[in-house]
């Protein structure tokens, strides 16, 4: 306290005063039938000045702990709204997620269904592609990023899958470089890519589609092309819940305005280009 301090500062100002006012005497400065009045006079100044200076800084002790105290609490709240944040972002992505893998697993047993009856043994093999396409599914609940690799694994089966029940209608190419294998990419993102063209275009039309799937670098970031011949489609009206929706908004909760979704018109088709940030700026 400031009592503590100024009581400190006494006990060392007074015998200096002392001392001081000794050494004039015995130097001649002083007049030793003067010296108890000089001492009184500057006692008193002595006194004043080390309240006064106890005071300024008690005061500015007491200041400088507040300041610390307030800075303590102004951290803690910043750090409870991140965790908030975080856990709400994390929620989010959840539940987006479950919606989209019961969409995929349904759409693979309805095109393994009609192969049953009139190709029992081309039925047989697609399930065992099917199986490993629930494998991957399962294998990436609670990862928010795999690596490209395992993406176009998982196309490559649904594919074969949707092949068997559309046969030439599905007319598919990929330029998918090694280089970018381990290049981390949202779990059945290139899937959804792929499955609204196949949904939307290749089955809904008697002739079919052509799909072309494709990635490259662009600087420091990956771009995902998925393009096919047919009308395209305007990001800005898809309904809630439909898969590039779902997309759009996985983007947005993994790494905000780090990626984005677009999509439009190309060489006489509809293309759909998803863009991902670089290895080192993809942690939140």
């Keep these: 306290t400031w009592l503590a ?18 050494g004039a005497v015995l130097l001649g400065l002083v007049d030793s039938s003067s010296f108890w009045a000089v001492q009184r006079a500057g006692l008193g100044i002595t006194l004043v000045m080390t309240l006064s200076i106890g005071i300024g800084i008690s005061i500015y002790e007491r200041t400088r702990a507040r300041l ?16 908030a944040q975080r856990l709400a972002a994390d929620a989010r992505l959840a539940s987006l997620e479950s919606r989209l893998h019961p969409h995929f697993l349904f759409n693979a047993i309805a095109a393994i269904s009609g192969e049953i009856r009139e190709a029992p043994e081309r039925a047989e ?13 399962l294998d990436s609940s609670g990862r928010h990023v795999g690596p490209l690799r395992d993406e176009i694994t998982v196309v490559q089966a649904y594919l ?23 290049w981390p990419v949202p779990p059945f993102a290139l899937h959804t890519l792929v499955q609204n063209s196949v949904k939307h275009v290749a089955a809904a039309r008697p002739a ?17 092309c998925v393009w096919d011949d047919g009308p395209g489609i305007n990001l800005a ?3 809630s819940g439909h898969g590039l929706d779902s997309l759009r908004a996985r983007l947005a909760v993994l790494f905000g305005s780090r990626a984005r979704l677009d999509a439009g018109r190309r060489e006489g088709g509809g293309q759909v280009t998803m863009t991902l940030p670089d290895r080192a700026s993809q942690s939140p």
């Design 5 to 22: 301090i100024a009581g400190a500062l006494v006990a060392i100002a007074v015998p200096g005063s002392l001392v001081a006012g000794v």
């Design 68 to 83: 610390d105290e307030a800075r303590e609490r102004l951290r803690a709240q910043e750090l409870e709204a991140e965790r």
């Design 125 to 137: 093999r697609l399930l065992g592609e099917f199986a490993d396409l629930l494998r991957a599914s």
């Design 160 to 182: 074969e899958i949707e092949k068997a029940r559309l046969g030439e209608r599905l007319r598919v190419k990929l330029d998918l470089p090694d280089e970018l294998d381990a």
């Design 208 to 224: 079919g589609a052509e799909i072309r799937v494709a990635a490259r670098r662009a600087g420091d970031r990956l771009e995902i």
């Design 237 to 239: 009206t898809v309904p």
